[in-house]
């Protein structure tokens, strides 16, 4: 069965913040004193691979009368109707404006112009600046016939050095702008056009260079009048192959804040599977068109005398093939960018990111009453298999239930990094893992369709509402954490100087028209990120600054936002020394987390299961939970290990 996971509420697409790297402040959280020193690298990350079925028509034999068949299957039928559907959703999303996934920002339609101009300019500025950067050198070194190693080296490298990794690295010196990306896309457009414009120059036949030479032609003249034209032809076939290339990859331009139409396929939580559907598409037409409008280009700076020494006369049947061949090359592209696009958002895989089938731990009886206790009954029942989302705090959070349970005698696997709350919650009800940890606020907003204004402020009754809801699907929400991650907003200690020693948000009303303020661009949609800002507190900011959730303190570090979208566990916030803006008027509503369990391996886990997390939630406090967080994200220790330290530490294990 076709499996879509279509990515909803913004607030937990969180994912694991830069560690940067920068002397950290002491500080103590609860039972966490020792200092520490930076352990290895993050563990390799998995996902859930969701399996697609499909079907295959019969074949017979022409003339021979066809058996009875059964019908089709129910759902192979589905699934070609939910993609005619996908489709015609999307083709729609490209052609009229519409609301938004979480509703309060329109989107599609007239509304794409801003983003195809802004990538059609960085594709435009890309080009023209790696032509002008390329052809005179290339045209010199291949009109000298010098450095050819040192040309197709270089050519080879810049092929390899991957876009993305461009951007990371560089966002760092340039920042995220416009000018990051395009300098990213220079370097991608520069290898084919290089090379093309070289081996151009140097497959000039050389008799017409020494009669031209015997004419009188300068070395000069001889390059721009005699090589360049005659090489024209391949000049442009390097220029076609950067313009498609670029075309294609400044869809990155999100991770550097600058809005190109990646946006709606990075953000398919406000602009849903058919706004990344629908964008993909449209890419892919752009680059087609691209293709041939520059395929037109190439045959036309092509000389006359060129086009009849090199090409065969054609004959009708060559017409025809061409036509069928260039028709099907066509399809092919548009079939699989909407593939891509369909599959991207349910393609993980279901490797186990720990070790199978668990020890049991033994433990002694003890006066500590927080011990976990070994119970070998529980050996004897089924594997648990503890999920998470992808981001920091999901990851520890998932090792620390896997290794208490452990400690209790029962047998456990792990499957972390499955996705958004969309895929996690998808993968406990196929029985691909057995739990997870869930936010109370995300359950009621994402799953249970709750407005955002209309979810509790008071944990307990939001945490209620949150396991009634699920119940009715077959899953237990066990109790929560005294932590809370909600949304907050932080400024420097210098920005809350300069505007008058501001520390509530309130203290912003004045001022927050001369301030930029930055968030994930679903932010814009929520009534508990800008939305709320501006119906609750009245705050009417300069700018809007769109970024991707891992950025979201350094762009706050570096000035290029004055407020800034965080998390309130962020371990960043004590260790930036930010000042984390109360929320005196309680706009953000309760995130406690909650190990969403699936109720029949609740039941056959017997009661200890329950008992056990109940246990180790007590001690996950918000100090508590910025401390493990930063160990992850700034000391670089993994998530297993931070997850140990805290159940010894807290006296959980020995």
């Known amino acids: 069965m076709a499996r879509r996971a279509a990515a909803r509420a913004a607030r937990d697409l969180r994912r694991a913040a830069r560690g940067d790297h920068h002397d950290r402040r002491a500080r103590r959280a609860g039972l966490l004193r020792r200092r520490r020193r930076p352990g290895p690298a993050d563990p390799q990350r998995h996902r859930v691979q969701v399996q697609r079925r499909g079907g295959r028509p019969a074949l017979r034999a022409a003339g021979l009368r066809a058996r009875p068949r059964a019908a089709r299957?129910?759902?192979?039928?589905?699934?070609?109707?939910?993609?005619?559907?996908?489709?015609?959703?999307?083709?729609?999303?490209?052609?009229?404006?519409?609301?938004?996934?979480?509703?309060?920002?329109?989107?599609?339609?007239?509304?794409?112009?801003?983003?195809?101009?802004?990538?059609?300019?960085?594709?435009?500025?890309?080009?023209?600046?790696?032509?002008?950067?390329?052809?005179?050198?290339?045209?010199?070194?291949?009109?000298?016939?010098?450095?050819?190693?040192?040309?197709?080296?270089?050519?080879?490298?810049?092929?390899?050095?991957?876009?993305?990794?461009?951007?990371?690295?560089?966002?760092?010196?340039?920042?995220?702008?416009?000018?990051?990306?395009?300098?990213?896309?220079?370097?991608?457009?520069?290898?084919?056009?290089?090379?093309?414009?070289?081996?151009?120059?140097?497959?000039?036949?050389r008799d017409v260079v020494d009669a031209a030479r015997g004419m009188g032609l300068t070395e000069r003249q001889l390059a721009t009048k005699v090589e360049l034209p005659l090489s024209l032809p391949l000049v442009f076939g390097g220029i076609r192959t950067s313009v498609v290339n670029v075309l294609a990859t400044a869809t990155l331009g999100p991770y550097v804040g600058v809005d190109t139409l990646g946006v709606p396929i990075v953000n398919a939580n406000v602009h849903g599977d058919a706004g990344r559907l629908g964008t993909a598409i449209l890419i892919a037409l752009l680059a087609i068109a691209a293709e041939l409008i520059f395929a037109a280009l190439q045959r036309a700076v092509t000389p006359r005398g060129l086009k009849l020494s090199?090409?065969?006369?054609?004959?009708?049947?060559?017409?025809?093939?061409?036509?069928?061949?260039?028709?099907?090359?066509?399809?092919?592209?548009?079939?699989?960018f909407g593939l891509a696009a369909c599959g991207s958002s349910d393609n993980s895989s279901s490797n186990d990111s720990g070790s199978g089938t668990s020890t049991p731990a033994t433990t002694t009886s003890t006066d500590n009453g927080k011990l976990i206790q070994s119970n070998p009954e529980n050996g004897s029942k089924p594997t648990i298999t503890i999920g998470s989302k992808n981001f920091t705090e999901e990851f520890i959070l998932g090792e620390i239930y896997a290794q208490a349970l452990q400690a209790a005698g029962y047998k456990v696997k792990k499957q972390l990094n499955l996705g958004?709350?969309?895929?996690?919650?998808?993968?406990?009800?196929?029985?691909?893992?057995?739990?997870?940890?869930?936010?109370?606020?995300?359950?009621?907003?994402?799953?249970?369709?709750?407005?955002?204004?209309?979810?509790?402020?008071?944990?307990?009754?939001?945490?209620?509402?949150?396991?009634?809801?699920?119940?009715?699907?077959?899953?237990?929400?066990?109790?929560?954490?005294?932590?809370?991650?909600?949304?907050?907003?932080?400024?420097?200690?210098?920005?809350?100087?300069?505007?008058?020693?501001?520390?509530?948000?309130?203290?912003?009303?004045?001022?927050?028209?001369?301030?930029t303020v930055s968030g994930p661009p679903e932010c814009q949609q929520r009534t508990d990120c800008l939305l709320g800002l501006e119906s609750v507190y009245g705050l009417k900011f300069k700018k809007f600054l769109s970024i991707d959730l891992a950025k979201r303190h350094e762009?706050?570090?570096?000035?290029?936002?004055?407020?800034?979208?965080?998390?309130?566990?962020?371990?960043?916030?004590?260790?930036?020394?930010?000042?984390?803006?109360?929320?005196?008027?309680?706009?953000?509503?309760?995130?406690?987390?909650?190990?969403?369990?699936?109720?029949?391996?609740?039941?056959?886990?017997?009661?200890?299961?329950?008992?056990?997390?109940?246990?180790?939630?007590?001690?996950?406090?918000?100090?508590?939970?910025?401390?493990?967080?930063?160990?992850?994200?700034?000391?670089?220790?993994?998530?297993?290990?931070?997850?140990?330290?805290?159940?010894?530490?807290?006296?959980?294990?020995?």
């Open 73 to 205: 299957r129910p759902a192979a039928a589905a699934a070609l109707a939910a993609g005619e559907g996908d489709v015609k959703d999307a083709i729609d999303y490209l052609l009229h404006a519409r609301e938004s996934v979480g509703g309060g920002v329109q989107i599609g339609g007239s509304h794409l112009l801003p983003l195809l101009w802004t990538h059609l300019r960085v594709t435009f500025e890309a080009i023209l600046i790696a032509c002008l950067v390329t052809l005179p050198l290339a045209t010199w070194l291949g009109h000298k016939g010098r450095a050819q190693l040192a040309a197709s080296t270089a050519a080879n490298v810049g092929r390899a050095v991957p876009s993305f990794a461009v951007l990371v690295f560089f966002s760092t010196y340039l920042g995220l702008n416009v000018g990051n990306l395009v300098f990213a896309m220079v370097l991608l457009a520069i290898p084919p056009i290089f090379t093309n414009t070289y081996v151009g120059i140097r497959q000039v036949d």
């Open 310 to 336: 090199q090409q065969p006369t054609p004959t009708r049947r060559n017409r025809h093939m061409r036509s069928r061949s260039v028709l099907a090359a066509v399809a092919t592209v548009v079939l699989a």
């Open 420 to 515: 958004s709350e969309q895929i996690a919650l998808k993968a406990l009800k196929a029985g691909r893992v057995d739990a997870y940890p869930e936010y109370t606020g995300t359950v009621l907003t994402s799953f249970c369709k709750v407005k955002d204004k209309a979810v509790p402020h008071d944990e307990t009754a939001a945490y209620d509402q949150a396991k009634a809801c699920m119940a009715k699907e077959g899953i237990t929400a066990l109790p929560h954490t005294p932590f809370t991650d909600s949304n907050g907003f932080a400024v420097t200690q210098a920005t809350a100087q300069k505007l008058g020693g501001i520390t509530k948000l309130s203290d912003l009303k004045a001022k927050a028209s001369t301030l």
């Open 555 to 654: 762009v706050i570090k570096n000035g290029q936002s004055d407020v800034g979208e965080v998390f309130t566990t962020d371990g960043q916030i004590k260790a930036d020394n930010l000042v984390l803006l109360q929320d005196d008027k309680q706009l953000f509503p309760p995130y406690n987390v909650t190990l969403l369990a699936s109720t029949k391996v609740a039941d056959a886990a017997g009661p200890d299961f329950a008992k056990v997390v109940s246990s180790v939630n007590e001690g996950l406090t918000t100090p508590v939970m910025q401390e493990l967080n930063s160990r992850v994200d700034l000391d670089k220790q993994t998530p297993a290990a931070v997850a140990g330290e805290y159940l010894k530490e807290a006296g959980y294990l020995k």
